[in-house]
């Protein structure tokens, strides 16, 4: 029994010694007795500022990657918490919806519900900042009618009616925090969308460096996940 109870243990020490060298990836306890009870997680390889990957072990708990069907949901853009220049949109007002993708590699891609031709593909970088917490980076670039630039300066000013050529209306960045669930079927969080205005300059449509911005949306992101079951 000694001797069980000693081999036990050195197998537990050498599992932990593996897991912090970025080696093999072992463990002891009940879970190790079946393949079913490893979850996928995320790890950072070396520091937490590294590109992530994704590990199955005893202890995992659901990472984000994966597909998901999301909602934005406006709350915050009125009252005197509003942030500068946000859209007056009332609490519970549908801001978009779609599928997102989170790749295990850091990166995300969005399938919004947006037309396609105003830019319905974005993507972003993410990052896990807490055991069940994620932080994201995300980018997409707008297309909209009867805008020209360096004569439209803000949406107020773009006037109604059809085009049939869409012009680069400038940048879009969404930022989100985000709690996944226990169970890891779904996560909730909050983004703060912050549009930038192309202003016609020599410079590239991606720069925003003294782009004047041309509203900023607040609210709740929620999401659920899609399985092949």
């Known amino acids: 029994m000694k001797?069980?109870?000693?081999?036990?243990?050195?197998?537990?020490?050498?599992?932990?010694?593996?897991?912090?060298?970025?080696?093999?990836?072992?463990g002891c306890g009940p879970?190790?007795?079946?393949?079913?009870?490893?979850?996928?997680?995320?790890?950072?390889?070396?520091?937490?500022?590294?590109q992530p990957r994704a590990w199955y072990g005893p202890y995992a708990t659901f990472a984000i990657t994966g597909l998901w069907k999301f909602t934005f949901t406006a709350e915050g853009d009125v009252g005197t918490g509003a942030p500068s220049r946000a859209l007056p949109l009332p609490?519970?007002?549908?801001?978009?919806?779609?599928?997102?993708?989170?790749?295990?590699?850091?990166?995300?891609?969005m399938n919004s519900s947006r037309a396609p031709a105003s830019g319905s593909f974005c993507m972003g970088v993410w990052k896990q900042i807490g055991s069940s917490n994620y932080k994201l980076n995300h980018w997409a670039l707008s297309w909209i009618p009867d805008y020209h630039p360096g004569a439209t300066?803000?949406?107020?000013?773009i006037p109604g009616g059809i085009d049939?050529?869409?012009?680069?209306?400038?940048?879009?960045?969404?930022?989100?925090?985000l709690t996944l669930s226990k169970d890891g079927s779904s996560y909730r969080g909050t983004?703060?969308?912050?549009?930038y205005v192309n202003d016609g300059s020599?410079?590239?449509?991606?720069?925003?460096?003294?782009?004047?911005?041309?509203?900023?949306?607040?609210?709740?992101?929620?999401?659920?996940?899609?399985?092949?079951e």
């Not at 081999?7 to 072992?26: I, K, N």
């Not at 879970?31 to 790890?43: C, D, E, N, Q």
């Not at 609490?91 to 891609?109: I, K, M």
């Open 3 to 26: 001797i069980l109870i000693r081999s036990t243990l050195l197998l537990c020490a050498l599992a932990t010694f593996s897991f912090e060298s970025g080696q093999a990836l072992a």
């Open 31 to 50: 879970a190790t007795l079946g393949a079913g009870s490893f979850k996928p997680m995320v790890y950072h390889e070396g520091d937490r500022n590294s």
């Open 91 to 109: 609490d519970g007002t549908p801001v978009d919806a779609g599928y997102v993708t989170w790749h295990d590699d850091g990166t995300e891609l």
């Open 153 to 157: 300066n803000s949406w107020a000013q």
């Open 164 to 177: 049939e050529t869409f012009h680069a209306f400038g940048p879009t960045n969404i930022q989100e925090t």
């Open 191 to 195: 983004f703060t969308l912050t549009q």
């Open 202 to 228: 020599s410079t590239p449509i991606t720069d925003t460096n003294g782009a004047p911005v041309a509203f900023v949306i607040v609210g709740t992101v929620s999401a659920t996940r899609i399985t092949v």
